[in-house]
């Protein structure tokens, strides 16, 4: 059997059988829960329009997938090394890219698990308003290649770190530095820091498409640089976890 | 004995008049200028209204609130302003002969529907109530996020994972 798709097999079993990897799905349904019954119990946020609670919920299940990413990435080789198990991994057949697409395999899994938690919520807020199937269609699109990015950047410092916390915390710094603007809203992007962050920026690129596509109805090519700007990125990381694996210590 | 049984009621009629006279108040009531022309749930609209004393003497004690019925067919009933209104009363300790409270009623659009507003007035000494000229609106419908949907969404989904949870738990401790 082929290495890559052996080490996914593996670590796909561990986080769907795990009851670790199942109190995380837990966890993250319950925050898409407790959004959607704020959409319902708040007063201001029941008045918001269908279209724009469908993007607020894309935004959500992309920042969550990329938390499932970057936890499960920083997990990846720090993990391994932490529980003595790199060497025997390292000894095997498999070479170290394929160790990388392996262990990315799971976050692929990951991110499908999470992208089919989400998309009962996006019925149920969406269902009655517009845009719905390309609401779900550009979350794959455009959200795919950002979690696995995340993925990529957590497992790229997990082979530099000697434990999984020396990965997770820069991981979870640079989430929240790209994600934590554009989730609090349009006016940090309005200065010119934030508006320079907001072309690069590969989260913004995602958000700025889910708003234009569910609720200004524009078509895919006016989305084509930001999927340019995510698929840069998710090379970018990509390729920084293939150079991290390769020069790595054990 | 004829005469003086029709002055019974030429003086319970002069009575009602001067009680009538005795409300030196006028309350009118008018859409801002600057209200949507067709208002849709979630925007705002504002409502002028002056509460004036015609008459010679001061009023004491003055309180103005706004109030809101229903008036779709069949769904006929008064709104609680809970959620639409955080400004729904006024107060004043004195009205001066020919003052006058000018006040602005805002008001977020929660519901759909055929709505009718009237502001109304009490003074301390006064057994009447003062009312303004009604005031009728429409509010149109706008898609909105249904928690017929949502509730069974989103308790179903955490029972459903957990219980899958809890189900590979209970193998797992079988096992042992």
């Not at chain 1, 993250?28 to 918001?48: H, K, Q, Y």
């Not at chain 1, 000894?91 to 938690?117: C, E, F, H």
């Not at chain 1, 940090?188 to 889910?210: C, K, T, Y």
């Not at chain 2, 659009?109 to 009237?118: E, H, K, M, N, P």
Request: with cysteine.
């Amino acid at each position: 059997m082929n290495p890559i798709l052996l080490i996914a097999r593996k670590e796909s079993r561990e986080l769907l059988g795990s009851g670790r990897g199942l109190a995380w799905l837990l966890a993250l349904s319950a925050v898409l829960s407790v959004l959607g019954l704020l959409f319902v119990s708040n007063t201001e946020l029941s008045l918001l329009d269908n279209a724009q609670v469908v993007t607020m919920e894309l935004g959500t299940i992309t920042a969550l997938g990329a938390l499932l990413a970057v936890v499960l990435g920083s997990d990846a080789i720090a993990g391994e090394r932490e529980r003595a198990t790199l060497i025997p991994l390292l000894l095997s057949p498999a070479r170290r890219t394929d160790i990388v697409l392996g262990k990315m395999g799971n976050q692929l899994v990951g991110w499908l698990v999470m992208y089919l938690i989400g998309l009962p919520y996006l019925w149920a807020v969406g269902s009655s308003g517009q845009n719905l199937a390309q609401a779900c269609a550009y979350l794959a699109l455009f959200g795919t290649p950002l979690v696995l990015g995340f993925g990529f950047l957590a497992q790229g410092l997990s082979s530099r770190a000697a434990a999984v916390r020396s990965a997770l915390v820069p991981s979870l710094l640079a989430l929240i530095l790209l994600g934590g603007p554009v989730m609090l809203g349009p006016s940090f992007r309005q200065s010119a820091i934030g508006s320079w962050l907001d072309r690069v920026n590969p989260f913004a690129a995602a958000i700025n498409s889910f708003d234009s596509v569910v609720i200004d109805s524009q078509s895919l090519s006016a989305q084509l640089a930001r999927l340019a700007i995510v698929l840069i990125w998710l090379a970018a990381t990509a390729a920084f976890a293939r150079s991290s694996a390769t020069s790595m210590n054990v | 004995m004829r005469r003086r049984l029709l002055l019974v009621p030429v003086l319970l009629l002069c009575a009602a008049m001067s009680a009538l006279a005795a409300e030196p108040l006028e309350i009118t009531l008018a859409p801002d200028g600057a209200n949507p022309a067709s208002p849709q749930m979630g925007e705002h609209l504002q409502f002028g209204s002056v509460i004036r004393n015609t008459g010679g003497v001061s009023l004491h004690g003055i309180v103005a609130w706004i109030s809101m019925v229903r008036m779709d067919p069949g769904q006929e009933q008064p709104m609680d302003l809970e959620d639409w209104s955080a400004h729904k009363a006024v107060t004043r300790a004195t009205l001066a002969p020919d003052g006058a409270i000018t006040v602005n009623w805002p008001m977020r659009l929660i519901q759909a529907g055929d709505f009718r507003v009237v502001i109304s007035a009490v003074t301390r000494d006064s057994q009447r109530i003062v009312t303004s000229p009604f005031l009728d609106f429409h509010v149109r419908p706008k898609p909105v996020v249904e928690s017929s949907r949502i509730l069974p969404v989103a308790f179903g989904m955490p029972l459903l994972i957990g219980g899958l949870l809890a189900f590979r738990m209970r193998g797992r401790i079988l096992r042992r």
